[in-house]
C-alpha cells in the first residue's frame, strides 16, 4: 500500500503527467494585452478552466484513481464534495471503468448534483454539515469497501495538480514568477514542487482571500492555523488548508499575498470582459493580487494559474 | 494601386498570414466531451473570442492596414463601424503608427466608442441611419485623405479572414467540415478559399439566422438579394452579405444553414456554461446548426470558427 501522505517528489508529478495524458486537455496558455497594460507585467495564464470537468482538479483524481491498484480499485472510489472534486472523480472513475461513490450535502445546487450523476456516479444525501459529511462517507465506505480519494490531503492529488505547471513551464520556461489561489493547498503545493524542481529561481507565490486567510495565518506563523472566517464569494477556496500541502508550502513556496473580496470581484469581471474567458471567483484571486501589487509585479514575466470556470450564470456577483 | 474587389488566391491569404503572424494570437483550438457527446460529431473550435479585439475581425483590418502603401498609410484609415471591425482596423492602426478614424451613431454604446478611443482611433458621431454614417465617412476621408478600410467587400479583409481557417487546419487536417456564420460574408469567403485551396474534399457550410438569412436567399437563387429582416440576438450578422464575398461564396461554399432565435440563445449558453468561453451571439450561430442538424453531423469531424466574445455582460439575453 503506498504512503498516501507522502511528499511527492518531481518524478511523482513527472509519473502523473505521463498517467493521466490520454485523458487530461492540455490546456492553452493565453495572454492578453490589457491585462499586461494594466499589470504593467508580462502575464501567462494557463487555462485550466478549459480543462475537463472545467477544473484543473480532474488532474489530481485521475492520478489518484488511475494509480490505484486493481484490488482497490474493484471496490470503487469515494469522496464527500459539492465541488469541483466530485465531478473530477466521478469521471477518473468513468474513464477507470469503476464506481464513484460521492457524499453531497442535501442542499448542494441542483446542477452540481446533475453534473456528478452524469459523470456516472452514485450520490448519497447527507445533511449540510462537515460531522454529517463526513459520517454519511464513513458509512459508504464501510458498505462498500470503497477507497476515499481526499480532495488535496493526498500524495496522489498533489502530484497530479503538480502537472498543470509542468506544462505552463515547458511553454513558458522563462517565467519569473508562478501563482495560484489557495484552498486546501493541493494545488499550490503540486506547483511549488513542481516549478521549484524545474528551476528554483522561479518565484512561487500563493495567493488568498483575505475573508480566508488561514494559508496566509499559517505560512507566517510556521503552524497550521485553520480558517476561522470563509467569508468570500471564491467558494473553491473556503476550504482549510491541509496538512500534507501545509508542509510542502512552508518549504517550498515564497509568499503568500491576501486580497479582498471587492478586488477578487473587479479582476474576475475584468477577465470576463478583456479576455472572454468564464473563471471562476477562486481564480480571480491571483489576477487581483496582481493588480494590486502593481510596484511588485512591474516589469516581470507571471505565470498565473487559472483554476476553473464553475459558476452559476444566473448568479452572477455584478 | 492595388484591386480590393479581386478575389483573393491561397497565395494572398498565406501572404496575409506571414504579415499579420507578429501581431495576432495565435488562437487555440479547444474541443469539449460535452459537445461531442450532445452533436454525436467530434467538433474543434478555432478560438477567435481569444484573438486581439476578441475578434477575428483583427485579421482582416491588420493585413489591409499593413499591406497599404507607406504614401496611402501616412493619410490614415477611415470606417464606419459600431462594432468588432472598428476596434480591430483602431489597433491595427496603431500598430503601424498612423491614424484611424471612426464613424460611429451617436447611440453607440458607450463601452464600444470607449473601446475604440482607447486603441487611439478618433471618433465622428453622426446620427444613428446608414446615409448618415456614409455621408458622415464621405466628409471625413475628403477632409483627412484617409483611405477607407471596407469592413468585408475588401479582398485583402477576405484574405486576412482566411488566415483562422490556415491556422485550424494546421492543426487539424483531419477535418470533414468547417462551419462559420455570416454577416457581410468575410469570413466564410476567406475561410472557403482557404479551405477548399488546402483540402477542396472538406466540405464548408455557412450558418445564419433565420431572421436575417440574405445569403441563405442569396445563395439558394444565385443572386444578392438584401436582408429585409435584421431582427436577431445575433447582432453582428445583421449587416448584409457583401458583393466579393457573395461571389466566393458561390463558387466554394457548399451549402447555407439557417437556425432560429431560440436555438442560437440555447447554443450561446450552453458553450458559456460547459466550456466556460464567452462568445457573442454570432458564433452560436454554427453551433445550433450543428445541435439542430444531427443526423447530417453525426460521426463527422467538424471544425467551428468561434468568431468572437463582445458581449454585455449587463446585458444576457437569459
Known sequence: MIDTLSIPTISDIKAAHRIIDPYA??????SSTK???????????????????????????CNAVLT???KDAEQGVATHS??????????????????????????APKVKVEAVKNYGAEVTFCEASLDAREGTLAEVVKRTGATTIHPYNDSRIVAG???????????????DIVMTPIGGGGLLSGTALAVKSINPDIEVIGTEPVEADDAYRSFKEGKLIPAYSTNTIADGLRTSLGELPFQIIQKHVDDILTVDEESIISAMRFIWERMNMIIEPSCAVPVAALFNNQERF???????????GNVDLDNLPW
Do not use: W
Open 298 to 308: 512591474a516589469g516581470k514575466k507571471i505565470g498565473i494559474i487559472i483554476t476553473g
Open 35 to 61: 491585462v499586461n497594460t494594466r499589470s504593467k507585467a508580462s502575464v501567462f495564464f494557463k487555462c485550466e478552466n478549459f480543462q475537463k470537468v472545467g477544473a484543473f482538479k480532474f488532474r489530481g483524481a
Open 161 to 175: 495538480q503538480g502537472t498543470a505547471a509542468v506544462e505552463l513551464l515547458e511553454e513558458c520556461p522563462f517565467l
Open 82 to 107: 459539492s465541488g469541483n472534486h466530485a465531478q473530477a472523480l466521478a469521471l477518473a472513475a468513468r474513464i477507470r471503468g469503476i464506481k464513484a461513490y460521492v457524499v453531497m450535502p442535501e442542499n
Open 25 to 30: 486537455h492540455r490546456t492553452p496558455v493565453l
Open 68 to 70: 490505484l491498484s486493481d
